[in-house]
């Protein structure tokens, strides 16, 4: 509930804001439109570049507008995701869920906040005209395979990708998959550790330099320029 609140508010926030935009852009275009009829021949070709400009921003400020309403109206069009996280999970352990998002990407990112100690991976975004049951058919499909046998609404399966891929694949959907996950600050943090083994003066300056950012941080905090979720 709290996710479809948030998807709510960000499809009313967007098509207030691009509502906003292509007010602005109107009046810029009619200001200039004034200036190509007074302009001179030399003049004109500059300020009938800027109107084309000003068109194509006016023309991306509609579908925008266009795309935010039609997801709004569209109660199940979303996105179905799946990622991992390594560092924190292990290899072959995968989350599917579901997100109305505008943004897809920022469900990921807030799954990757403070809660756990690494970013995750994404390996696939898949929209959907009805993300719900895509997500339900995926999640059933793999129901024996939740590593929380006590809590489903966790959705972590412990899972080949190659196998998540086929059912997708199944239904003719074009997906774009990542197979192979990144890891980077999990992948960073062992090689940090295996420098820090070998050579202990790298250990002294890696102490170091937390110390002073664990400190900063806490400054920011303290003064309000940082959240504390996100420190």
Same mark, same amino acid.
């Given at each position: 509930m709290r996710e479809e609140e948030k998807a709510r508010k960000e499809f009313e926030r967007a098509i207030k804001e691009a509502a906003k935009e292509e007010d602005t852009l109107r009046k810029a275009m009619e200001k200039v439109q004034k200036e190509v009829e007074r302009?001179?021949?030399e003049q004109r070709a500059a300020f009938e570049a800027q109107l084309a400009d000003l068109q194509?921003? @006016?023309e991306e400020a509609e579908a925008k507008n266009q795309r935010a309403l039609s997801m709004a109206q569209q109660t199940k069009s979303g996105h179905v995701y799946v990622i991992s996280n390594v560092g924190s999970f292990g290899e072959n352990v995968y989350k599917i869920g579901m997100?109305?998002?505008?943004?897809?990407?920022d469900r990921v990112r807030e799954l990757g906040d403070a809660s756990v100690p690494f970013e995750f991976d994404v390996h696939a975004l898949i929209h959907s005209e009805d993300a719900?049951? @895509?997500?339900?058919?995926?999640?059933?499909?793999?129901?024996?395979l939740q590593v929380n046998k006590v809590n489903p609404r966790k959705e972590f399966f412990r899972v080949a990708l190659r196998q998540i891929r086929e059912i997708v694949e199944t239904r003719g959907l074009q997906v774009s998959w990542t197979m192979a996950a990144e890891a980077r600050e999990y992948r960073e943090t062992l090689a940090?550790?295996?420098?820090?083994?070998? /050579?202990?003066t790298k250990a /002294?300056?890696?102490?170091?330099h937390q110390m002073e950012e664990t400190d900063r941080m806490a400054t920011a905090v303290e003064a309000g320029d940082l959240d504390d979720s996100a420190a």
């Open positions: 302009a001179s021949e194509r921003k @006016l997100t109305r998002r505008l943004e897809p990407l719900p049951g @895509l997500e339900r058919e995926l999640q059933k499909r793999f129901i024996q940090i550790e295996q420098a820090m083994a070998a /050579d202990t /002294d300056e890696w102490l170091r």
